[in-house]
């Protein structure tokens, strides 16, 4: 409608005045028209709370552990998390425990279920993954002193009780896993809920590998790990 009666208003403008030019009013026009049009769009967006969405609160920190030298967590469903932590201040510095957090978003607090010993031997290059909205699985490096191992097991999650049950050890590498890359030396992806995919580099020969897991019950099914020629 704007634009037809700009072309009327310029088409009488044109015919008494013939020395105005005509087309660049009308280019002028048009983008007028258009910043008034992206201006009203942008009001429109904040007053309806799109643009609203960009922003975000941040809740006071809560202590799950007195003391923790190591941690790793990962979301369980939309109010439960499991974070994964050492306490390297005690004489078990070895011993890997996980925790249930119950989150209430509405005041962003959260609820801490009793800790569970994971692993009392020592172990390294830790990971966790959630998998589905009950389980999640962990994999690091063992060894009790004679050799070293990879392994993973599953944690089952009660979220209604805010409790874990940890499964039996799986062997997914009979070797020592290379720390090169210190942040993350094992990664886990989740492929549906009852599947995934763990890489990891060898360290005798550098290669990165790859192995695909599934959850049976409590336990992991582990199929042959293929290797990734590094570069």
Not at 139 to 157: F, M, N, Y
Not at 163 to 174: A, E, S
Request: glycine residues 6%; aromatic residues 6%.
């Amino acid at each position: 409608m704007f634009t037809l009666q700009f072309e009327a208003l310029t088409s009488n403008l044109r015919m008494s005045t013939p020395f105005i030019n005509l087309d660049q009013l009308r280019h002028c026009a048009r983008g007028a028209m258009l910043v008034a049009f992206s201006l009203m769009l942008t009001q429109l967006c904040v007053e309806s709370g799109v643009m609203a969405q960009r922003s975000m609160s941040i809740g006071a920190s809560q202590e799950f552990a007195s003391s923790a030298g190591f941690v790793r967590s990962d979301r369980v469903d939309d109010s439960h998390i499991v974070v994964l932590y050492k306490t390297p201040s005690t004489s078990t510095a070895s011993d890997l425990y996980a925790r249930v957090g119950e989150v209430d978003t509405s005041d962003q607090s959260i609820t801490w279920g009793e800790a569970k010993l994971v692993e009392s031997e020592l172990n390294t290059r830790t990971n966790i993954k959630s998998i589905n909205e009950t389980q999640l699985v962990v994999a690091h490096q063992w060894s009790d002193g004679e050799g070293v191992t990879g392994v993973a097991r599953v944690l089952t999650i009660d979220v209604d009780q805010d409790t874990i049950t940890v499964g039996d050890t799986t062997v997914f590498h009979n070797a020592s896993i290379d720390a090169a890359f210190t942040h993350n030396p094992i990664s886990i992806a989740k492929l549906t809920d009852e599947s995934f995919a763990m890489c990891f580099a060898d360290d005798a020969t550098d290669n990165g590998k790859v192995v695909i897991g599934n959850i049976s019950g409590s336990t992991l099914i582990l199929t042959n790990t293929k290797s990734m020629v590094t570069r």
